[in-house]
């Protein structure tokens, strides 16, 4: 009990002094800028009460697991198949290096123009946010396999479909999750841009909305939630990326 | 002891025409512009252990995976059981220098994994993977993963996996150059005593002298760039071969007979810049 409370001491403390912090800085500060942390959580409670918090969050994961959940689909086994496959690799890199480093706002007035206002178009946001990050880490991942144990499929005399089930995709899924990690974070980034630039719905339109009513409170109420998802899924991530990886040790 | 009344030799030898398990004709291997070996003929027997010494770089390696169907050949044929190998095919087992062990499956399911592949039944996995781990002595360690056992057990498990499909041609490509020395010794030994159990025809491709002659019925001596074969030595040791055979005069002569056919090679190639292959 001392034990772990001593492991963890530096991160309450620093808890402690954000918190701190906050509150003093918010009560100091205008309320146009900066409410404090007692306030926003008063504000989240009323926004939780009324019912509209649960709605726009309903509404908004469903956008961020559309996009992910495609991300996902299209990223890992894309990323296994260029590794596996030379030429289109080769054809395909440059593309997705120059998309991976293009801030995917920039895309966004294209997708408006294209595709206009729906869900899909804003789920095609979070995707292009998402997916690069899984599909460069996947394909890396699946191009440091060691030659021997493919030689080892191909002297057993496996098929290319069980080459894929048994050698590629088990040695692969510990890397493909490290970009995993990394796109649940660009998702809620392509997420909340979606619902500011495209039609605004869900948290992002509690933001706005709180924003356009200089009701600080609720913007920052709305932040903190989105914040707080964003931990818990880099959690998970983290958990699932460990779960895969054991072997690796 | 006499050669011929060891019950366990096996009177095929593989010279003669009959109980040839593996049989290559004229083969070369080039890549790009640099030939690995040219014009290698080789008649194998059945049951018996034929070994390959060679330097560095003189691409003994490189044969072993063309005679398991891995890599295509430039010139030249290679016949196993009756069958023109162009790819890995059914009867023969490699055992890899590295292990090739899957980090991700246990000791079971690496030693299963060749069965099935061969498309063993749920029934025949059950039944042959628990005999061939107790066979290398790896009988408890079923759960544990790779990374958890020594390298001396990794490769237990990998001669287990290629032992479970039940070869009746065993490719050995350095199975024990990545353990150490002692583990070796005790490896070698555990070989012997399983091949004796259960005869099988074998290359068994190394760079060290000491274990080809132990090992093998006949040593070959690859040798030259391109590398081709310097000389073909018959081991005239009684089997089983057991620690007794090290101490024997008539090892230590051989040893020495395959060492000096080596050596001017060894010397050249020590001093050679880049190394090669």
Redesign the interface.
């Known amino acids: 009990m001392t034990e772990s409370l001593r492991r963890h001491a530096p991160l309450l403390l620093s808890l402690a002094a954000g918190t701190a912090l906050w509150e003093i800085a918010g009560r100091r500060a205008s309320a146009a800028f900066l409410v404090p942390l007692s306030e926003t959580l008063v504000r989240l409670w009323e926004i939780a009460a009324s019912g509209q918090l649960w709605e726009q969050f309903v509404s908004s994961a469903a956008l961020f697991l559309t996009g992910f959940a495609l991300a996902l689909a299209i990223g890992m086994p894309l990323g296994m198949l260029l590794a596996r496959m030379r030429v289109l690799r080769v054809a395909l890199e440059p593309y997705i290096m120059i998309l991976y480093a293009t801030p995917m706002v920039a895309l966004i007035p294209f997708i408006l123009s294209l595709m206009g206002f729906g869900f899909a178009p804003k789920a095609l946001v979070v995707f292009l946010f998402a997916v690069f990050p899984v599909l460069y880490n996947t394909i890396e991942g699946a191009r440091s396999i ?1 030659p ?2 493919i ?8 098929s290319e479909w ?1 080459l894929w089930c ?2 590629m995709v ?2 692969t899924l510990p890397f493909a999750m490290t970009g995993v990690r990394q796109a649940i974070g660009r998702g809620l980034v392509g997420m909340v841009a979606a619902e500011f630039f495209l039609s605004a719905t869900g948290l992002g339109q509690l933001i706005m909305t709180a924003g356009q009513n200089f009701d600080t409170g609720g913007v920052f109420a709305a932040i903190l939630v989105i914040g707080l998802i964003g931990v818990g899924l880099m959690r998970v991530g983290l958990m699932l990326e460990q779960r895969f990886a ?4 | 002891m006499d050669a011929i009344a060891s019950p366990s030799v096996p009177d095929v030898k593989g010279a003669s025409g009959a109980g040839v398990r593996i049989r290559v004709r004229g083969l070369a291997k080039r890549y790009g512009a640099l030939e690995v070996f040219r014009s290698i003929d080789l008649d194998v027997g059945d049951c018996e252990i034929l070994s390959i010494v060679g330097p560095s770089g003189c691409g003994k390696t490189t044969l072993l995976r063309c005679i398991d169907g891995l890599i295509p050949v430039d010139e030249g044929e290679i016949w196993v059981n009756g069958t023109r190998v162009t790819q890995p095919i059914a009867g023969m087992a490699m055992v890899f220098q590295h292990f090739g062990l899957f980090p991700w499956k246990t000791v079971y399911g690496n030693v299963a994994y060749g069965l099935k592949m061969a498309g063993a039944s749920k029934a025949e996995i059950a039944e042959r993977v628990p005999h061939f781990i107790a066979m290398v002595g790896l009988k408890g360690f079923e759960n544990a993963y790779p990374y958890q056992i020594s390298g001396g057990m990794q490769q237990r498990c990998g001669l287990a996996r290629a032992l479970a499909v039940e070869p009746s041609v065993l490719l050995m490509d350095e199975p024990f150059a990545a353990v150490d020395a002692q583990t070796r010794e005790i490896l070698q030994f555990e070989l012997l005593r399983i091949w004796e159990q259960r005869p099988t025809t074998m290359l068994f491709v190394t760079h060290s002298i000491e274990e080809a002659v132990l090992m093998g019925d006949r040593v070959i001596v690859l040798k030259g760039r391109p590398s081709s074969i310097a000389e073909t030595i018959v081991v005239d040791l009684p089997r089983p071969r057991t620690r007794e055979t090290l101490r024997e005069p008539r090892f230590a002569a051989l040893r020495e007979h395959v060492w000096s056919t080596l050596l001017s090679e060894a010397r050249r190639a020590e001093f050679e810049v880049g190394g090669g292959l």
């Open positions: 060691k021997e144990l030689e080892v499929a191909r002297s057993f005399r496996s069980k048994d050698v088990p040695y054991r072997w690796r040790d």
